[in-house]
């Protein structure tokens, strides 16, 4: 199993929040698919997968947020 973690935006990133999970337990992923996407205080960006694989857990829901490297998909 590998964690996918949230990446860091910057030094003056210190929070991220999930606008939009694009992806479920179970769903088969590819590298560079879009999971999520989510919002700084100073861009919207997609969330991307590093590698082909399954998405086993999801600890992120739309709305909540989180930090740089926290690791909302397993």
């Known amino acids: 199993m590998i964690d996918v973690p949230v990446p860091s935006m910057g030094a003056t990133v210190t929070e ?19 999971l999520a996407e989510m919002e700084s205080d100073k861009s919207v960006f997609d969330f991307e997968s590093p590698c082909d694989g399954t998405i086993v857990a999801l ?15 397993h």
């Open 16 to 34: 991220l929040t999930v606008i939009d999970l694009l992806v479920t337990p179970g769903a088969r992923i590819t590298k560079g698919q879009k």
């Open 59 to 73: 600890q992120g829901r739309q709305g909540i947020s989180c930090l740089p490297g926290a690791v909302p998909a």
